[in-house]
């Protein structure tokens, strides 16, 4: 049974063509965060919702872009996408904010590999 | 902020072998201490995890070991099977942190494990 469901799995755009990455859910949690995931190096936090409380991480550029429309739903939006830009975009969900509960386990997607032209 | 450095970044073993991955955090108040196995293409997934309050915990071939003095954590899988290869990732957070809005994953580089049949 999929939890956390990233459409597509591949993904070509062209250089500065707004591009828009899709993540739902069937777990019903409060927290759903994005993750850029550049070859041979470890995801990195681009931001995450906590049910419709927006939190950017500090060095994510102003050219991503996130929407919740509701809480089964994000949506990543890279308005301008450069070469340097292409990765694996990765969805992840928790129930509640990592710090709130011990143990509390952050579910990831597959993925969608984004190829800049 | 936190660092966690993990080693090595490539391992390679025979079918039946074990294998040791190690890392080493900076923050004495990190907690909880999550391993991560990501597969080709997919997503990372949760398969062990350890409390700052044990030493160590097993779950069939794998086992992960905490030494907080040194600020060290280790993962071990023995009797290694080809499914075994992927890329493993430490990481750590500090939760019920008081001032910390909501926490945060901290990954290791990553481990490429590669299990030869």
């Known amino acids: 049974d999929a939890m956390v469901i990233q459409n597509p799995r591949y993904q070509v755009t062209q250089f500065g063509k707004p591009v828009t990455l899709s993540c739902s859910q069937t777990l019903n949690h409060n927290v759903m965060y994005w993750y850029q995931q550049k070859s041979s190096q470890a995801p990195k936090l681009l931001f995450h919702?906590?049910?419709?409380?927006?939190?950017n991480e500090a060095d994510t550029p102003d050219n991503f872009q996130s929407r919740r429309p509701n809480t089964s739903f994000c949506f990543l939006d890279i308005r301008s996408p450069g070469l340097g830009d292409a990765a694996m975009y990765l969805c992840?969900?928790?129930?509640?904010?990592?710090?709130?509960?011990?143990?509390?386990?952050?579910?990831f997607g597959p993925g969608t590999r984004l190829l800049v032209l | 902020g936190e660092n966690v450095e993990q080693h090595p970044s490539t391992l390679s073993v025979q079918e039946g072998d074990s294998a040791v991955i190690k890392c080493t955090y900076s923050d004495s108040a990190s907690n909880y201490f999550p391993w991560y196995k990501q597969e080709l293409g997919k997503g990372p997934q949760l398969i062990i995890d350890?409390?700052?309050?044990?030493g160590e915990k097993k779950d069939q071939r794998i086992a992960v070991t905490l030494n907080k003095t040194a600020k060290h954590f280790s993962l071990h899988i023995t009797e290694t099977q080809p499914e075994d290869s992927a890329v493993y990732f430490c990481?750590?957070?500090?939760?019920?942190?008081?001032?910390?809005?909501?926490?945060?994953?901290?990954f290791g580089q990553g481990t490429i494990l590669t299990v030869h049949p």
């Open positions: 919702y906590y049910d419709k409380d927006f939190n």
């Open positions: 350890i409390r700052s309050n044990v």
């Open positions: 990481t750590t957070y500090l939760s019920n942190a008081g001032g910390t809005s909501y926490g945060k994953l901290t």
């Open positions: 992840a969900t928790s129930r509640v904010p990592l710090s709130a509960v011990l143990q509390e386990t952050q579910y």
